[in-house]
């Protein structure tokens, strides 16, 4: 038998120390918490992971010109600045 509005057994419920019971109630409700929200996670994968396959699906527009490749980037050589050793006060 379960004690109305716990998921404790009503032996468990009057003979443990409060202090254990709220830290009990304090995990039940995060597990809750994080359930709902991989639960909530997982359904968002799904519906983007069907956005994604469909879009894959889709036939790519056919066009006569080569797509533009990005430029590439240029080095800059560090110049060695003068006079930069401490050495003096």
Do not use: H
């Not at 443990?16 to 304090?26: K, N, R, S, Y």
């Not at 709902?36 to 994968?45: G, K, P």
């Amino acid at each position: 038998m379960i004690y109305k509005g716990t998921r404790q057994s009503p032996f468990l419920l009057f003979t443990m120390d409060p202090e254990i019971q709220a830290l009990i109630g304090v995990y039940q409700k995060r597990l809750a918490d994080v359930t709902a929200q991989a639960i909530a996670f997982e359904a968002r994968i799904s519906i983007m992971a069907r956005q994604i396959q469909d879009l894959t699906q889709q036939q790519p527009p056919t066009s006569s010109a080569p797509t533009p490749s990005a430029p590439t980037p240029q080095k800059k050589v560090a110049k060695p600045k003068k006079g930069t050793d401490a050495g003096t006060f």
